[in-house]
Every structure is written in structure tokens, then in C-alpha cells.
């Protein structure tokens, strides 16, 4: 009796822990690996997203894709979608994460990208001088995001946010860039955007 005693014990001692410590009771935090495979069901499995309005994460600026984890993590940038996989990251993990996908290699969307409307867009980016912040090459530098061969849904989804809904851990200087342009002109700068 006293030995089925003791066999019965850990397991009991172990559902009380479940109980009075369900976080203790989780599942064991993640590896790099598995955050990884998780982020790449939407964002692609090379950082190259193949779903609608889904950005891009390869090539871009390690210290850009640092910032707008720890935005979405602290709730300055809510994306809903991005909740659950921000919201324990470890600044340790954000780093490892942000240097991963920064070394990937960017590759065009695979979406037609508009010959006519890529060089209206060349025209409003000159006016707009979106290569002072973006680079000559639109890929980004430090804190600001690598806008060639995104997604062109991405780009318009986003430009258009930044015109009618700036939000709190928004860009207010690509708000006042993209303030006044039409939904045609910001098309225009999305074909263009993707294409190089």
C-alpha cells in the first residue's frame, strides 16, 4: 500500500502545480527554430510572403524589424494577428528573430507589377523624394523598412493607412509623405515599390 502510495504521489503533486501554476504547467517557450516555422506560415518560409497583405520580412533592416516587434509587443503597434506571437518574445529572441530574416534574400512577390503605373510611381517618388529615406535602391536602412520587391497589396494596404488612419506607433513622417495623394497615386507607388 505504501509503495502505490508512492507512485501515486508525483502525479498528483504534478496536477496541483497544473493547477495553483498553470504557467508553469505550459508548454515549454518556443525555439528560435519553431518561432521561425511559425512566423513563415504567413510571411513565407524564405521571409518572402506569398499571402495577400502579408509583408515581406526578408532583407529588411535588422534594426527596422527589431522596432516594430517590440512596438507590437508593448501594444504601441497593435497588429491583432500578431498578438500572440509577440507578446512573451524576449528582447534576446527579437534580436535572433530581427537578424534571421534581415539576412534573407528579398525576391519580387510573384504579383504584375504595372510597367505604366511603376514609372507613374517613379515620377511621385521623386516628387515625394521617398529615396532620402528609403534609399536610392528602396532597401531601407536602420529604422526604416525595405519597400523594393514588397507585396503590392502590402504597399497599397499600408500607404493607405498611413493617409486616412494614422495610429499610435504609425510613421507621422509617412503619414505627411503620402498626405493628399489619390488611391491611384498610391497604387502607383506600390507598382513602382515592388518592382525594383
Known amino acids: 500500500m505504501a509503495s502505490a502510495r508512492r507512485l501515486l504521489r508525483p ?11 498553470p504557467a508553469a504547467a505550459a508548454a515549454q517557450t518556443p525555439t528560435l527554430a519553431e518561432r521561425i516555422e511559425a512566423c513563415g506560415a504567413c510571411h513565407g518560409v524564405d521571409g518572402n510572403s506569398p499571402m495577400e497583405k502579408i509583408p515581406s520580412l526578408a532583407g529588411q533592416p535588422e534594426l527596422f524589424i527589431a522596432n516594430q516587434l517590440i512596438l507590437m509587443r508593448e501594444g504601441v503597434r497593435p497588429v491583432e494577428a500578431m498578438t500572440p506571437f509577440v507578446k512573451d518574445l524576449k528582447d534576446d529572441t527579437v534580436v535572433a528573430l530581427a537578424r534571421h530574416y534581415a539576412a534573407l534574400q528579398p525576391k519580387p512577390s510573384g504579383e504584375a507589377a504595372d510597367p505604366a503605373l ?20 528602396l532597401a531601407g536602412s536602420a529604422q526604416i523598412p525595405r519597400i523594393g520587391k514588397q507585396r503590392i497589396d502590402y504597399l497599397i494596404h499600408s500607404l493607405k493607412q498611413f493617409r486616412d488612419s494614422p495610429h499610435p506607433g504609425a510613421d507621422t513622417i509617412m503619414s ?21
Open 118 to 137: 511603376a514609372a507613374r510611381g517613379a515620377e511621385i517618388g521623386k516628387t515625394k523624394r521617398c529615396d532620402s529615406c528609403h534609399l536610392p535602391t
Open 176 to 196: 505627411g509623405a503620402v498626405a493628399g495623394l489619390s488611391d491611384a497615386d498610391l497604387a502607383a507607388l506600390a507598382h513602382y515599390a515592388a518592382a525594383r
Open 11 to 21: 502525479p498528483v503533486l504534478g496536477l496541483a502545480a497544473a493547477f495553483f501554476f
